[in-house]
């Protein structure tokens, strides 16, 4: 689904509203709602949810932080730039103490690169609420993990001699057998030598005399879980023996892992965002920067490059890992096939790796490609297609920055050979 933002901006001045018009024209995913006087954009802000609100400092009748004061009132997480013709340090001071999101002086520039800020502001907000929501649904889960542990709803074992003596169901149920299967089974054979690496003591409760781990198990039927477990030492039997208690916490960690996953992504894409908005003179080292971080924000990219079009093929522009690999895939490739929509490409049958590809989308049109080698099953490629789609997108921005500057025109050194069709392709 394509993305869109719906803006409203609250400003009295009809030559600078039209500069804004202007700066918007190629970016169609923003819809602009105007404005000219607070007390107008307070009744639009009740009747219409906005993505963000940009105020003008001096407008007229209800002054622009006062209508901030009241927009915070309506919505607390909402994005709100403050304009300002005449920007000064004490006014951009007071409209940060009232919650305003950033400050904004009015200049041609300024006005050419608000698609870029607020695109960056708005998917801040998004995802800190995102976060705010795991946040929350990942203390809830804890807080029902902790309730069920006070009322003995838990897996409790006895161990002796590092095997089960004493079960409960859940315990079977955790481990997705009967209980009963699991007396006399060493606890280690459960924790495959793979898995061993994920056993650690968790920080909290260091000085209980029960300390709490947590682990990957292997079930019955071949899957693995995240567990938490607190053991206890006592007699047993007449014999020392350790009494535990276990919590399945697979949902619990999934959602921290991914959590992780988004804040990496999301610190790779501020990352190209930032150099779209403070882009430096040297276009391809740009570039190369813009694809270290989609590495770092991909994770288990083995190899990859940006291909931008010139004339009749593709022209490497940046290179992560070796560029002969990247070279075998590329060959043969139907140049029209790179271009299209973002795609998982059938790898060789002794390949372990996954190559993907997304378009660099300019001024509506492909101009590119970013090629990827991921090392990870169907699943996980998908979700690394569905964050590389979103980075080209990026990149693409960042290539129209240049562009308009006339620098991605420049030569550079060509790390491949170009890639060009064949004539029946053409």
């Known amino acids: 689904m394509a993305r869109s933002y719906r803006i409203l901006i609250i400003e009295d001045d009809a030559e600078h509203a039209e500069l804004i018009k202007i700066g918007f024209r190629k970016h169609d995913e923003f819809f602009l709602d105007f404005a000219i006087t607070g007390e107008q954009g307070l009744e639009m802000i009740r009747a219409q949810n906005y993505d963000l609100i940009s105020v003008d400092l001096v407008l007229p009748g209800i002054g622009g932080l006062d209508v901030l004061v009241r927009i915070r009132k309506l919505d607390q997480d909402i994005p ?6 005449h920007g000064t340090t004490e006014m951009a001071v007071v409209a940060f103490e009232n919650r305003a999101t950033k400050y904004v002086v009015k200049s041609l520039e300024s006005f050419k690169s608000l698609p870029y800020v607020f695109e960056n502001l708005i998917q801040e907000a998004r995802f800190k609420a995102s976060e705010r929501a795991m946040q929350e649904q990942i203390e809830r889960s804890e807080r029902i993990h902790r309730n069920i542990v006070e009322n003995a709803l838990a897996g409790i074992y006895i161990l002796q001699d590092g095997a089960f003596k004493l079960v409960n169901p859940k315990l079977g149920e955790i481990f997705g057998c009967a209980a009963e299967s699991l007396l006399g089974m060493p606890f280690w054979q459960l924790v495959k030598p793979d898995d061993m690496e994920y056993v650690s003591r968790l920080e909290r409760d260091q000085l209980s005399l029960a300390p709490v781990y947590e682990s990957k198990v292997l079930r019955k039927d071949g899957t693995r879980r995240w567990i938490e477990f607190r053991t206890f030492t006592i007699e047993y039997e007449g014999r020392r023996a350790i009494l535990g208690n276990l919590l399945d916490i697979t949902h619990r960690k999934e959602l921290e892992i991914e959590m992780m996953r988004s804040n990496r992504e999301m610190a790779a894409l501020s990352g190209i965002m930032q150099k779209c908005l403070c882009s430096g003179v040297d276009a391809d080292q740009e570039m190369a920067d813009a694809l270290a971080h989609v590495i770092a924000g991909l994770g288990g990219a083995e190899v990859g490059g940006v291909f931008l079009q010139e004339n009749s093929g593709l022209v490497l522009r940046a290179l992560h890992g070796s560029v002969e690999e990247l070279i075998n895939f590329i060959q043969g490739k139907e140049v029209a096939l790179l271009l299209g ?41 998908e979700e690394a297609l569905s964050f590389l789609e979103r980075a ?13 500057r006339g620098q991605m025109n420049k030569s550079s050194v060509e790390l491949l050979p170009k890639v060009r069709t064949s004539p029946a392709q053409e």
């Open 392 to 404: 080209a997108s990026q990149i693409g921005n960042l290539v129209e920055t240049f562009s308009l």
């Open 341 to 381: 929509p973002a795609r998982l490409h059938k790898s060789d049958g002794a390949a372990t790796w996954t190559w993907i590809s997304a378009p660099v989308i300019c001024g509506g049109l492909s101009k590119g490609t970013v090629v990827l080698a991921h090392e990870g099953n169907s699943s996980v490629a």
């Open 80 to 85: 709100v730039v403050m304009v300002s013709g």
